[in-house]
Nanobody, 126 residues
Framework: QVQLVESGGGLVQAGDSLRLSCAVS????????MGWFRQAPGKEREFAAR????????YYTESVKDRFTISRDNAKNTVSLQMNSPQPGDTAVYYC???????????????????WGQGTQVTVSS
């Protein structure tokens, strides 16, 4: 059974940095696409970033591009999201997600992912 466990959330001041990690277990992930989504209070879950596990190619939503970096560590089976210069608008619960293969147009939608972590709260103060 695939399991995703996030860690690294917390309270951070705007302009600082924060690193989220997702420990992945229970499968072989070389063909997976890993994503980070976020959900602010009263809002729908939205895509932040994704990475193709085998190639390392990454894609970001426009609002986090050039500030956030997604990466994966094959040896440790972890996916990370480095958040640089976070802003109050980045405050949300952040979720790690896994898709067992390429999902085309659904790669940036929650419905395109098969497995989810429990989420980790990120609060950015001004």
């Amino acid at each position: 059974q695939v399991q995703l466990v996030e860690s690294g959330g917390g309270l951070v001041q705007a302009g600082d940095s924060l690193r989220l990690s997702c420990a992945v277990s229970g499968g072989t992930f070389s063909s997976y696409v890993m994503g980070w989504f976020r959900q602010a209070p009263g809002k729908e879950r939205e895509f932040a970033a994704r990475i193709n596990w085998s190639s390392g190619s990454a894609y970001y939503t426009e609002s986090v591009k050039d500030r956030f970096t997604i990466s994966r560590d094959n040896a440790k089976n972890t996916v990370s999201l480095q958040m640089n210069s976070p802003q109050p608008g980045d405050t949300a619960v952040y979720y790690c997600a896994a898709a067992a293969g390429c999902r085309g147009l659904y790669a940036s939608r929650p419905s395109g992912y098969d497995y989810w972590g429990q989420g980790t709260q990120v609060t950015v103060s001004s």
